[in-house]
C-alpha cells in the first residue's frame, strides 16, 4: 500500500505546484516502498537525499511564483518554508549522522511534512490566483461594456 495516496482534494488548481507535489508524493512513497522492503539504511538516505533536494527546488519554485503573481502572505509563507525545509534537512542529518533508523515515526512524519505543506499553504496560493483572474476577467467586461 502507498504511504500517500493523491486526491481531488489535494490539487492546489495550479498545474507547476500540482505537478511538482505530485512528484514530491512519488518520492515519499519511493523511500516509504524502500523501508517497506526491507532497504538498507544507505540506499534509504540515497532516495531521502532527492526528496530534500527536491523540496528545495519546489519551495523555490513556490516562492518566484508568489511573487510573480504579487501574492501578499510571501513573507509569512517564505518563513513556512524555511521552518519545513529546516524540518526534513534536520531529519535527514540525523539520519546521516547519528544512529537514528529510520521507522514507522519517520514514515508518519514525513506523510504529514506533505500534507501539512499542501493543505495548510498551498491552497491559499490557489484561491488567490482564481480571485485575481476572476478581478481580471471582470475588469474586461466592464472595458469591454
Ligand atoms: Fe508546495
Redesign the pocket.
Known amino acids: 500500500m502507498k504511504l500517500l495516496s493523491w486526491r481531488a482534494s489535494y490539487q492546489v488548481g495550479v498545474d507547476l505546484?500540482d505537478t511538482?507535489?505530485k512528484y514530491l508524493f512519488k518520492l515519499i512513497n519511493e523511500f516509504h516502498d524502500s523501508y517497506a522492503a526491507g532497504n538498507t539504511h544507505k540506499q534509504l538516505l540515497l532516495v531521502l537525499n532527492r526528496l530534500v533536494a527536491y523540496a528545495e527546488e519546489?519551495f523555490q519554485h513556490?516562492e518566484t511564483l508568489m511573487q510573480e503573481i504579487g501574492y501578499p502572505r510571501l513573507a509569512r509563507q517564505e518563513g513556512m518554508h524555511q521552518k519545513l525545509f529546516s524540518s526534513i534537512f534536520e531529519l535527514n542529518e540525523k539520519l546521516s549522522v547519528t544512529d537514528a533508523k529510520v521507522d514507522a515515526e519517520t514514515l508518519r512524519f514525513l506523510k504529514y511534512w506533505m500534507l501539512e505543506?499542501?493543505l495548510k499553504?498551498?491552497m491559499d496560493i490557489g484561491d488567490f490566483m482564481r480571485r485575481k483572474a476572476a478581478q481580471v476577467e471582470k475588469a474586461i467586461g466592464e472595458s469591454a461594456g
Open positions: 505546484i511538482e507535489h519546489h513556490e505543506h499542501i499553504e498551498d
